[in-house]
């Protein structure tokens, strides 16, 4: 047994003050990778800081060609809403496939995205929409933010406060779901956005996390059809291997999603 010393935060300013006076403090989301983490004793933080009930933290609005959404915003609130649904209605989908309605109603946009776990959902949709993840201390690109498996920019207690993703001009998202958790074993989100430029980005397939799809990203931006991606195969090399799938399964999985997508959007 060890002890755990719960706090719960009013705001994004007490959160970061607890979190900076804790020993080995973590902030406390939606509970869905934390807490499971804490059960197998994989970690034991001195302090728990809640950080799900911030108003501030809460919401999702439209502004000059983007949409914020607040870091604690759940799973089930991105899916449910009407303005990521007309918007983007990739990321409303890609929300809606995330585990299960327990992990929907209870998992936050922030603590994923925070998480960075390779086989994510979210990972992927930052990326191909040129997001840009706010936090306590500054605004991050995301092609910045992403640095490996559970590796992001984020400094010790350093808290995400909102995500603004770019409004495409056509999105969706496809990804074969691990049967029994539903992470991905491989999920592609497209984007086209209004400058004419295409995002690719893949999760759950490769050792290093979330990536752009360059190739399927220049043949898309030449011609966007789902036939201009089923001929570009990816290296197994860097892939995933595990007992869900090969690495040149999961390679192969890619392409099929892209093409999904593609055909989705
Ligand atoms: C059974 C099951 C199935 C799942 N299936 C999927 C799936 O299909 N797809 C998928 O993408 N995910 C899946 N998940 C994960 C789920 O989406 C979680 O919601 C997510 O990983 C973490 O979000 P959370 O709000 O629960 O974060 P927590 O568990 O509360 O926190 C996770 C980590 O992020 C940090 N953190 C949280 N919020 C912030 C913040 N605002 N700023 C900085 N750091 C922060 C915490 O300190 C912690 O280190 C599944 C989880 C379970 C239990």
């Known amino acids: 047994m060890y002890e755990t010393s719960y706090h719960r935060a009013a705001s994004v300013a007490d959160a970061a003050s607890l979190i900076a006076k804790a020993d080995d403090g973590k902030l406390l989301a939606g509970g869905q990778t934390l807490i499971p983490t804490m059960k197998q004793r994989l970690a034991a933080p001195s302090d728990l800081v809640d950080i799900g ?17 607040g870091a604690a915003t759940r799973h089930a609130d991105v899916a449910g809403s009407d303005l990521v649904r007309r918007l983007i209605p990739g990321l409303a989908s890609l929300a809606g496939g995330i585990g299960d309605p327990h992990v929907r109603h209870m998992g936050t946009i922030g603590g994923s995205v925070a998480n960075n776990d390779p086989a994510a959902d979210y990972p992927s949709a930052v990326l191909a929409l040129d997001a840009t993840v706010h936090t306590d201390k500054r605004d991050i ?4 933010f992403f640095m490996g498996m559970f590796e992001t920019a984020l ?4 808290i995400i406060t909102a995500i603004s993703f770019k409004i495409p001009e056509k999105s969706a998202y496809a990804k ?7 992470y991905a074993m491989a999920g592609v989100f497209v984007a ?3 400058d004419g430029s295409v995002r690719v980005a893949v999760t759950g397939a490769s050792q290093g996390g979330v990536f752009r799809a360059e190739a399927m ?12 991606v089923a001929g570009i195969a990816l290296e197994a090399d860097d892939m995933l291997s595990d007992i869900h799938g090969s690495a040149e399964y999961r390679a192969n999985l890619v392409t099929v999603m892209a093409k999904r997508a593609v055909a989705a959007a």
């Not at 690109?141 to 910045?144: C, G, P, T, V």
């Not at 074969?176 to 539903?182: G, I």
């Not at 990203?217 to 201009?228: G, H, N, R, V, Y």
């Open 53 to 69: 009930q911030i108003a501030e933290l809460h919401g999702i609005t439209e502004s000059g060609g983007t949409l914020r959404i």
């Open 141 to 144: 690109a995301a092609a910045d």
């Open 155 to 158: 400094e010790d207690g350093e």
């Open 176 to 182: 074969y779901p691990n049967p029994a958790s539903r």
């Open 192 to 194: 086209r956005h209004k």
């Open 217 to 228: 990203e220049a043949a898309l931006a030449a011609k966007w059809s789902a036939d201009a």
